[in-house]
T-cell receptor, first 114, second 114 residues
Framework: DAGVIQSPRHEVTEMGQEVTLRCKPISGHNSLFWYRQTMMRGLELLIYFNNNVPIDDSGMPEDRFSAKMPNASFSTLKIQPSEPRDSAVYFC????????????FGPGTRLTVL | AQTVTQSQPEMSVQEAETVTLSCTYDTSESDYYLFWYKQPPSRQMILVIRQEAYKQQNATENRFSVNFQKAAKSFSLKISDSQLGDAAMYFCAYIRRSQGNLIFGKGTKLSVKP
């Protein structure tokens, strides 16, 4: 298995632009998670899905952030408009439905907003 | 709210020696899981070891073992025969069975000296 796939690996954009991060979970995994990692706040859960349905989005910082999972093999995290404080590494992870088994992480997307 | 605390921002160990990384957590739940994840400079998150709270026996994976003290809410990681490849950030994480999101500590940066 190729593991969790994220794209792009690096993204540099200017403040105010729309940014879309993409994730393909491991086939057969029913839970998908989006995390953000910063020096100040560490690793934080933004949102997670079970069977393509958002379960907990309490970590989404504000309305500028949105996430979708149109099918079992694809998810997006969108930031519109982006701000410099959104600069971080964004991880996607997937696991079996229960979520208590190992979460397999993607390589992350390093986002820089100028 | 559940919290995870790693009190050692940085640790250092001599190659082939043993090092212990500390982690404490706070929860009122009885059914949960604890993890140690490793993040090398490549930033890929890799599961090191997993412990179910209902199991009294400490988990072991090759050179990695944990000391799980449920009453004290302590979950330390012991790395034996340290290798240069063990140099990384190590994150302790907690998950409650009824939820899907991992709660991470701030991490401990481990250096291995040749």
């Amino acid at each position: 298995d190729a593991g969790v796939i994220q794209s792009p690996r690096h993204e540099v954009t200017e403040m105010g632009q729309e940014v879309t991060l993409r994730c393909k979970p491991i086939s057969g995994h029913n839970s998908l998670f989006w995390y953000r990692q910063t020096m100040m706040r560490g690793l934080e859960l933004l949102i997670y899905f079970n069977n393509n349905v958002p379960i907990d989005d309490s970590g989404m910082p504000e309305d500028r952030f949105s996430a979708k999972m149109p099918n079992a093999s694809f998810s997006t995290l969108k930031i519109q408009p982006s701000e410099p404080r959104d600069s971080a590494v964004y991880f996607c992870a997937s696991s079996t439905l229960t979520g208590i088994d190992e979460q397999f992480f993607g390589p992350g997307t390093r986002l820089t907003v100028l | 709210a559940q919290t995870v605390t790693q009190s050692q921002p940085e640790m250092s160990v001599q190659e082939a020696e043993t090092v212990t990384l500390s982690c404490t957590y706070d929860t009122s739940e009885s059914d949960y899981y604890l993890f140690w994840y490793k993040q090398p400079p490549s930033r890929q998150m890799i599961l090191v070891i997993r412990q179910e709270a209902y199991k009294q026996q400490n988990a072991t994976e090759n050179r990695f073992s944990v000391n799980f003290q449920k009453a004290a809410k302590s979950f330390s990681l012991k790395i034996s025969d340290s290798q240069l490849g063990d140099a990384a950030m190590y994150f302790c994480a907690y998950i409650r069975r009824s939820q899907g999101n991992l709660i991470f500590g701030k991490g401990t940066k481990l250096s291995v000296k040749p």
